[in-house]
C-alpha cells in the first residue's frame, strides 16, 4: 500500500497554512499581520496591492495552532468529499470566491483585521449538506446545518469576542449558493 495525495485542493491549502502559521512564530513574526488577513473598515486601500491580495490570501493566515487545526480538522474531514464530487478546479474556485467574499465583507463591516478559513469551513459545511441534492427537492440536511450552524453564529454574533462571527455567516451563504447553484455530476446525483 501507498500513501496518495488525494485531494489536491483541500492537503495543499492544508500544508500552506501550516508553513505560513510556522514561518509566522518561527522567522517572520509579521508575516500574517502583513500578507494573510485583510484590514478592517477604513484600513483598507484601494491603491494598495497587498490589500487586494489579502482578499484572497487571508484563509491562509491563522492567530495560533489552536485557531488552525479547528478548522484545519474540519477542512479534512469534509473536504476531500466535496473535492471529490465537485472537481479540484471547481472547488478552487469556491474556495476563491469564498474568501474574497468574505474578505470583502470584512472591509465593509468591521473594523478588525480578518484572518483564518473559517469562512471556507462553513462553506464547506453548508456544500456538504447539498451532497444528496436532487432538482426540485430542498434536503432537510441543508436546514438543519443552516439551524445548528448559522443560527448559532447569529447569535454569537452579538457577543464582544475576536470571532469573525460575520464571516462564517457569510461563508455559510456561499456554500448555500454554490449548493443550489452547482451542478452535482450525474453519476454521483443518481446514486
Known amino acids: 500500500m501507498k500513501i496518495k495525495y488525494n485531494s489536491p485542493v483541500i492537503l495543499t491549502f492544508v500544508f500552506l497554512c501550516a508553513i505560513i502559521l510556522l514561518l509566522n512564530q518561527l522567522l517572520f513574526h509579521t508575516l500574517i499581520?502583513?500578507?494573510?488577513?485583510?484590514?478592517?473598515?477604513?484600513?483598507?486601500?484601494?491603491?494598495?496591492?497587498?490589500?487586494?491580495?489579502?482578499?484572497?490570501?487571508?484563509?491562509?493566515?491563522?492567530?495560533?495552532?489552536?485557531?488552525?487545526?479547528?478548522?484545519?480538522?474540519?477542512?479534512?474531514?469534509?473536504?476531500?468529499?466535496?473535492?471529490?464530487?465537485?472537481?479540484?478546479?471547481?472547488?478552487?474556485?469556491?474556495?476563491?470566491?469564498?474568501a474574497f467574499v468574505t474578505g470583502l465583507a470584512n472591509i465593509l463591516l468591521s473594523q478588525n483585521y480578518l484572518l483564518g478559513a473559517s469562512g471556507i469551513v462553513f462553506m464547506m459545511i453548508l456544500l456538504a449538506s447539498f451532497t444528496n441534492f436532487r432538482k426540485g427537492e430542498i434536503p432537510l440536511t441543508f436546514i438543519l446545518v443552516l439551524l445548528f450552524y448559522i443560527g448559532n453564529e447569529f447569535i454569537s454574533s452579538f457577543k464582544e469576542d475576536s470571532i469573525a462571527h460575520f464571516a462564517h455567516i457569510i461563508g455559510g451563504f456561499c456554500g448555500s449558493v454554490f449548493g443550489f447553484f452547482r451542478k452535482i455530476p450525474e453519476n454521483i446525483a443518481t446514486k
Request: hydrophobic letters at 45%; zero cysteines; proline letters at 5%.
Open 33 to 98: 499581520q502583513y500578507w494573510f488577513s485583510v484590514p478592517g473598515r477604513g484600513t483598507f486601500s484601494t491603491k494598495n496591492l497587498r490589500n487586494w491580495i489579502d482578499l484572497f490570501t487571508h484563509v491562509l493566515g491563522h492567530a495560533n495552532w489552536n485557531h488552525l487545526t479547528g478548522n484545519l480538522l474540519i477542512l479534512l474531514i469534509v473536504g476531500p468529499m466535496l473535492e471529490n464530487i465537485y472537481g479540484s478546479p471547481s472547488l478552487l474556485f469556491m474556495m476563491m470566491i469564498t
